[in-house]
């Protein structure tokens, strides 16, 4: 799974400084660091190891602060492990963003983490507003050189800067301020919603311009990344808002917030499958990202619906047709198993296996498939790797037709098949009505977007699947987590896999009349001890 920033540069780029302010603070970390000669001036000196000392973190940071502050752009760069992307976030810091004024406050050291406060003013076109904020850095040794250098990274510079190629820009806004509303006309912020930021960032830079309003002056952190949105931080001149429509639901999205916080590393979505409406969205991640609708991860168990129905439409079984469940299947030479203590049943049929998450059910009937048949069904009838035009940037899903191995693990969610809450939603919506409904989260009348265009399934299709998720919500492997919903349920439950992690991560993904939602929790364990209980919130909700 893609993971929110990119891993600082960790080198030894240290440049030689002109002029006063910046030759005394090279001299400061040049003594620092045992530079010039060794014992009688005959040589250099041995290059240091091991974690800086107490002194070294207090000189080395009092030596960046202090350039930082005379907004001495390459002395302070040259004091940490990465010159060059250092020197070009803090030239913008008083170019581009307009920011002076600086005063550093450091805090108490821990270790070799130093806290500190900024207090600054950002002024353009005659407009100026102070400017507070809490950071921190941290001194390492240097891999080459032996020297305590500042360990760059862009949040030293302002902790939401997490890209290393953000920059701070202060001038007029790109796109107007806009007033996001529910479907029902409630106004949805940031700070009511904290997983709409980002959503709302990219919904004023595609919509601002749409919906009426006028562009304000700020500062704002211009993100190295097409996913995401530049992102507001001081206002100076405030904008006329403009009002945008969405179709989320303030209700449900508030259970999806007040879901996810109860899993760390989660994600969740909620689709009407009537209309393909996303009525909300949420991530509880340290990294911020947008895991809800960008993520691209193996669904595990939860690709089953979209293989029965390939099984199914393709004359290979039906819901009551066989699918044995052997304790093994081996495939092109690799093995698939079961989870730990299932029961293999040779006269099992497909809606008993997938109730059961059977693995070697699926993985038995890959030889009956040519190596495009699973990518064809999850693009034809459900939609998957079509292009949407959700309103926002979102990762539409991807099934590739894998040979090897890869075409059973496939089948089973394993192998090359990608996905993310938003696309396990829709599989469900599709699965539950049989029409492929792209979703949105802005109403396409605002702008007249072209939206993708499937097929869908038969009605024969629809109401054995829809037997088989209802199976499995009300005797299956779901029944604990769906119990006491009321109305139309289904559900199908999943693990994935992953390498490097103890447990495998949790999917899970049900329906409950017109709601659909899906979920995920990064090393979760299995569907039903994670995701499952966030789901089943969610519905309730809905």
Known sequence: MRKGAKAAIVGSVFTVMVGGAAYGAFNIVDALNGGGAGAGGSGPAPVRTGPPSGS??????????????????????????????????????????????????????????????????????????????ESALTVVRGVTTGKALVDWQPSVVHPELKDMDD????????????????????????????????????LRAKYGDKAGGTPGVELTIHHAGPETADSPL???????????????????????????????????????PSSGEVLALANNRTDGWNAAVLGRVAPGSTMKIVSAATFIDNGITTASGPAPCPSEAVWQ?????????????????????????????????????????????????FGIGLNWQTGI???????PASGGPDTAANLIGQGQVQMNPLTMASVTATAMTGAFRQPV????????????????????????????????????????????????IGAKTGSAEVDGQAKSNSWFTGYRDDVAAAAMVQDGGHGVDASGPLVAEVLRAG
């Open 333 to 381: 030479s690799q093995t698939f198993h079961n989870i730990t203590d299932m029961k293999p049943n040779e006269n099992a049929t497909l809606s008993e296996s997938f109730a059961r998450s059977c693995n070697t059910a699926f993985v038995k009937y890959a030889d009956d498939l040519k190596v495009d048949t699973l990518t064809a069904e999850a693009r034809d009838r």
């Open 56 to 133: 070294e973190v207090k000189e080395t940071s009092a030596a960046f602060f202090a350039a930082w502050e005379k907004g001495q752009p390459s002395a302070a760069a040259a004091l940490t492990n990465n010159a060059q992307k250092a020197e070009a976030l803090l030239t913008s810091y008083d170019g581009a963003a307009h920011i002076s004024g600086v005063k550093i406050t450091p805090g108490a050291a821990g270790g070799a983490t130093v806290p500190f406060t900024v207090k600054a003013t950002v002024s353009y076109e005659g407009k100026s507003r102070p400017l507070a904020y």
């Open 441 to 488: 989260i802005v109403p396409q009348s605002l702008d007249g977007r072209e939206l993708a265009r499937a097929r869908g399934l038969s009605a024969g299709t629809v109401a054995q699947l829809r037997g088989m998720m209802n199976r499995t919500a009300t005797s299956g492997t779901a029944a604990g987590v769906m119990s006491g919903l009321s109305g139309r």
């Open 393 to 399: 940037v979102s990762f539409d899903g991807s099934v």
């Open 234 to 272: 001081l206002t100076l001149t405030e904008g006329k808002a403009g009002r945008l429509p969405t179709t989320l639901s303030a209700r449900v999205q508030a259970a999806a917030e007040k879901a996810v916080t109860k899993y760390p590393e989660s994600s969740v979505v909620a689709v009407r």
């Open 167 to 202: 920059t701070l820009v202060t001038g007029e806004s790109a796109a107007p301020p806009i007033e996001a509303v529910d479907r029902d006309g409630t106004v949805l912020t940031k700070e009511k919603y904290p997983s709409l930021g980002p959503v709302l960032d990219q």
